[in-house]
C-alpha cells in the first residue's frame, strides 16, 4: 500500500507561482510512475503530468512550458513547480502513484483504477 500527502496549495494571483509537495510512505516499486493530476469546477479529472524512477518526464499541453515535475527519491517527496499560473490553473490538484508500470500519456486523460491516490491540496488563482 502506497501513502499520498500532498502539500502546498493556496491562493496566489495570475502570473504568480506555486510548488506543490506530495510525500509518498509506503510500499516501494524499482519501477513506477508519480502522477499529478487537478480536477477543475465541474470538470473531469486530468493529468498534468508524470515522472519516473529514472526521471523521464511526461506533460499534458496545458502543463508544457509552465509547470515542472520532480522528485527527490531518497526523500521520497514529488513536486510540480508551477509558474505563470493562470485563472484556468484553479483546480483541486492531486498526486497519485502507479508502482510496477511507467508513464503513460494515455494515464493523462484515463488514470487507471489501481492508482493509489492522495487527498488533494486546493489551488486558486485569481485574475
Known amino acids: 500500500q502506497v501513502h499520498l500527502v500532498e502539500s502546498g496549495g493556496g491562493s496566489v494571483q495570475a502570473g504568480g507561482s506555486l510548488r506543490l509537495s506530495c510525500e509518498v510512505s509506503?510500499?516501494?516499486?524499482?519501477?513506477?510512475?508519480l502522477y499529478w493530476f487537478r480536477q477543475r469546477p465541474g470538470q473531469e479529472r486530468e493529468g498534468v503530468a508524470g515522472i519516473e524512477e529514472d526521471d523521464r518526464t511526461i506533460y499534458s499541453d496545458s502543463a508544457k512550458g509552465r509547470f515542472l515535475i520532480s522528485q527527490d527519491v531518497a526523500k521520497r517527496i514529488l513536486y510540480l513547480q508551477m509558474n505563470a499560473l493562470e485563472p484556468e490553473d484553479t483546480a483541486m490538484y492531486y498526486c497519485?502513484?502507479?508502482?510496477?508500470?511507467?508513464?503513460?500519456?494515455?494515464?493523462?486523460?484515463?488514470?487507471?483504477?489501481?492508482?493509489?491516490w492522495g487527498q488533494g491540496t486546493q489551488v486558486t488563482v485569481s485574475p
Open positions: 497519485a502513484a502507479d508502482l510496477g508500470d511507467g508513464c503513460y500519456y494515455s494515464a493523462l486523460k484515463n488514470p487507471e483504477s489501481h492508482y493509489s
Open positions: 509506503g510500499r516501494r516499486a524499482n519501477l513506477y510512475c
